[in-house]
């Protein structure tokens, strides 16, 4: 039976007054929770608060160390509760339980590394040029409003919230509304660890409704958005409208290069992990594979011997390397794209299929697809596919290859698998790619900033530095002259 949960608005558990409605498990389509989708009221009432909490001196005068303490202590709360997040993160979006481990163990990192980070970011003293001391000092912006998808929950609400909270803001999360529970138990989380009422809302429900209230609401001072870059385009522009800062985190359609001289072993374990882990549900799933014609034939065969033995199955078995996808929706849209890759001449190596039997036959499942065949220019190598599908193309020249790697909107990230350091540093260095992963893929830290070019967004989450996206610089001037300015004499 589904779980009934409620939301956090304006310091107070309660169902939204929105319609009720129910999210399932991917992989066999059961219920997993009912909720009610929050409004536009359900909104202002969250913003509002927030609005007031922020100014409370039970939020605005604590100091930074004081502010540390709470993270921490959120980050202890994640690690305490952590196989029972996973677990519900499971539920919420299919992912094997492996990754939704990996996920909780990152948001616990993120809020433990923000915690350091406020206690020892530093206001600065500034250069003088005349009789006076000069400071920069930066303030919380106010309330900030967080917009998350599905494919990684808990690990994008933490990016969020915790240099949100580091800075000193107030927030108000909108998670993506068949993925809810993450952001509800970090709400709870918050809450134990001593976050004052009315500092956090979280409000589950339609983009369209509860996204856009969010965005156009004038007590919102800023945004942080991940998501897909249509709906981060609509955004950006609303929130010109207000003149208001925005990060954006957007899709990707990232190359990864395996040169002439790459270590094979290395460079099939990382495409295959780069493209087929979250069963390619991912931003930076490495989706167009550039190999070198001389290894070409070699690698595939080992690529495909390696989808062979990927292991597809029940996301709640401690062995499953790809769980099913978000949903039946996602999935025909999935499959769209590997008959639009057919019709476009290409040939369908590996997967192009449903698994079938079984669990198989009531989740939303697809096998591993490995497509090749295809020039860069076709949409299936141009578009964002967001499912398990991978596009191998043989490359010979350098500059060419260059070209084709960067001839997309996307620019979210790379790889480059070569032995040779040089060539690494010249090809990363020509990629337009906000993370460039040189002999290894899709690995995280926290202390790196993470964002986009081109259409992936623009904006950096994590780093030190991270904080700073959720504050205003302000300037003083403190005059020192002995004497009158030479005005009024
Ligand atoms: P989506 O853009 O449909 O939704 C993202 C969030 O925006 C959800 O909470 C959704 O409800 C909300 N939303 C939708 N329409 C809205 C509107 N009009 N106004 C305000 N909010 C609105 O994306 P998705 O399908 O949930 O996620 C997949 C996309 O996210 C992919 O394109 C993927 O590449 C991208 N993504 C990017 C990153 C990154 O860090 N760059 C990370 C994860 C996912």
């Known amino acids: 039976m589904a779980d009934t949960i409620s939301s956090l608005i304006a310091g107070r558990w309660r169902d939204a007054t929105g319609p009720e409605y129910t999210t399932e498990y991917p992989a066999d389509g059961s219920a997993v929770a009912t909720l009610h989708a929050a409004t536009a009221t359900d909104v202002d009432e969250a913003v509002q ?43 919420d979006n299919g992912k094997p339980i492996s990754e939704t481990r990996a996920l909780v163990a990152s948001a616990a990192g993120t809020f433990q590394f923000f915690a350091a980070a406020c206690e020892t970011w530093e206001d600065s003293l500034t250069p003088a040029r005349g009789d006076y001391l000069t400071m920069s000092v930066h303030e919380p912006l106010g309330v900030v409003g967080a917009i998350t998808p599905w494919n990684s929950p808990i690990a994008s609400e933490a990016q969020k919230l915790a240099p949100a909270l580091a ?46 209230a969010l965005v156009r609401h004038p007590l919102v001072k800023r945004i942080a958005f991940t998501g ?39 460079a099939v374990a990382g495409v295959l992990y780069g493209i087929f882990s979250s069963s390619g549900e991912s931003c930076i799933a490495g989706s167009r594979a550039f190999v070198h014609v001389s290894v070409y034939d070699e690698f595939k065969a080992r690529l495909l011997a390696g989808v062979k033995a990927l292991r597809v199955g029940d996301p709640a078995a401690e062995s499953t390397q790809m769980g099913p996808l978000v949903n039946l929706g996602h999935r025909a849209s999935v499959e769209r794209y590997v008959q639009l890759g057919r019709d476009e001449g290409g040939q369908v190596l590996a997967g192009g299929a449903r698994p079938q ?63 040779d350091y040089k060539a690494a540093w010249r090809i990363g260095r020509a990629l337009q790619t906000g993370t460039v992963w040189v002999n290894t893929y899709k690995v995280f830290s926290v202390s790196t900033p993470f964002g986009g ?24 001037y403190w005059g020192l002259n002995e004497q009158p300015l030479p005005w009024a004499a």
């Not at 609303?238 to 990232?254: F, N, Q, R, V």
């Open 357 to 419: 039997g079984g669990l198989f036959d009531r989740g939303s499942y697809y096998l591993p697809t490995v497509i090749e065949g295809l020039p860069n220019s076709a949409r299936m190598c141009q578009e964002e596919i967001f499912g398990p599908v991978l596009a191998l193309l043989p490359w010979t020249d350098e500059a060419e290859l260059i070209a084709q790697c960067n001839d997309n909107v996307y620019g979210l990230a790379s790889g480059i698998w070569t032995r």
């Open 453 to 476: 070019l081109k259409m992936s967004g623009t904006g950096r989450e994590k780093g030190r530095l991270g904080i700073l996206e959720y504050t205003a610089q302000k300037s003083f």
């Open 49 to 91: 608060a927030a609005e007031s909490a922020r100014r409370l001196p039970t939020w605005a005068n604590l100091k930074r160390h004081e502010r540390a303490g709470l993270l921490h202590r959120i980050a202890a709360g994640i690690r305490a509760r952590g196989e029972e997040l996973a677990q519900l993160q499971r539920l």
């Open 228 to 266: 897909g870059t249509t709906v981060g385009l609509g955004l950006a522009k609303l929130a010109a409208e207000k003149l208001m800062p925005i990060s954006l985190e957007l899709g990707g359609k990232s190359p990864t290069i395996v040169c002439a001289d790459a270590d094979l072993d290395h």
């Open 167 to 212: 800075a000193g803001c107030a927030v108000v999360i909108k998670p993506a509304e068949i993925t809810p529970r993450m952001a509800i138990e970090l709400a709870r989380i918050a809450q134990q660890a001593g976050l004052p009422d009315g500092i956090l809302s979280v409000l589950p429900g339609k983009g369209s409704i509860v996204g856009d």
